[in-house]
């Protein structure tokens, strides 16, 4: 079974950047796509950034110019830049897998709390 390890969140003031990590283990046979997604107390969680095994990226329109997804070549292990934050970012943000096939994530982490203050 796939697990997903996070770190790298925390607390920062607004204008402040933070660096998230994901990483993938498990029994995984090709580089899958992964995804960050984020809810914020009393809001519908919703997808930050995605990036597929081959590298092509999409983004949130309210991180666009902002955040960028990443990953380690030929692994399942992503990363999340985080520039110029907003309070409005403030929530938990979970990585994500897809299997092989799969559009959507069928793999979660625990989370990891991002606060940014005014």
């Known amino acids: 079974q796939v697990q997903l390890v996070e770190s790298g969140g925390g607390l920062v003031q607004a204008g402040g950047s933070l660096s998230l990590t994901c990483a993938a283990t498990?029994?995984?046979?090709?580089?899958?796509?992964m995804a960050w997604y984020r809810q914020a107390p009393g809001k519908q969680r919703e997808l930050v950034a995605g990036?597929?095994?081959?590298?092509?990226?999409n983004y949130a329109d309210f991180v666009k110019g902002r955040f960028t997804i990443s990953r380690e070549n030929g692994k399942n292990t992503v990363y999340l830049q985080m520039n110029n934050l907003k309070p409005e970012d403030t929530a938990v943000y979970y990585c994500?897998?897809?299997?092989?096939?799969?559009?959507?994530?069928?793999?979660w982490g625990q989370g990891t709390q991002v606060t940014v203050s005014s």
């Open positions: 498990g029994s995984i046979f090709r580089i899958n796509d």
């Open positions: 994500t897998l897809n299997r092989g096939g799969s559009r959507w994530p069928d793999y």
């Open positions: 990036i597929t095994g081959g590298g092509r990226t």
